[in-house]
């Protein structure tokens, strides 16, 4: 079965049987999607999948934490990977919140249908190899409405 049936299977189900779809999702249910995901993903790290119902396409969540820095053998294999599979890098996103951490979206048309795979990454608050570093401090003032429900 190749991986298009295979999602309009799991699709059609979600259409139908909402049920089904999330244990599809959850038990991913899929050779040819778990094949793809064998070769590019690290061993022990257990990717989110979700099938949208409304269109043919699947997003694939991976969280890799506790890096050394985003030049990680880790990091840097699955980013190869993910190249070598077909996927495309379509953006990053940098937050500096805590902890460096970068979010790669990739991309890949596979019959028809639209596989996203977000890798996120989140390298260790105590990381010699990468940092938080204030670059400009701004001042911001921000007023807001404060709302409230009246019913007559």
């Known amino acids: 079965m190749s991986l298009r049936d295979e999602i309009t299977r799991a699709l059609t189900s979600a259409r139908n049987d909402v049920e089904a ?49 985003f030049k990680s053998a880790k990091l840097v294999r699955l980013l190869a990977a993910l190249e070598d ?13 805590d902890r460096p951490n970068r979010d790669f979206s990739f991309r890949k048309e596979c019959d028809g249908l639209a596989i996203t795979m977000m890798v996120c990454a989140y390298v260790k608050s105590d990381s010699k190899n990468c940092r938080i570093e204030v670059v400009e401090t701004t001042e911001e003032v921000v007023k807001r409405e404060v709302k409230r429900i009246v019913c007559d």
């Open 85 to 97: 599979e077909g996927f495309a890098c379509t953006h990053t996103s940098d937050y500096t919140f």
């Open 21 to 69: 779809a999330l244990k599809w999702t959850k038990s991913m249910d899929s050779m040819a999607l778990r094949t793809v995901l064998h070769k590019v993903l690290p061993r022990k790290v257990q990717p989110y999948v979700s099938v949208s119902p409304h269109s043919q396409s699947v997003h694939v969540t991976v969280y890799m934490h506790n890096l050394s820095g």
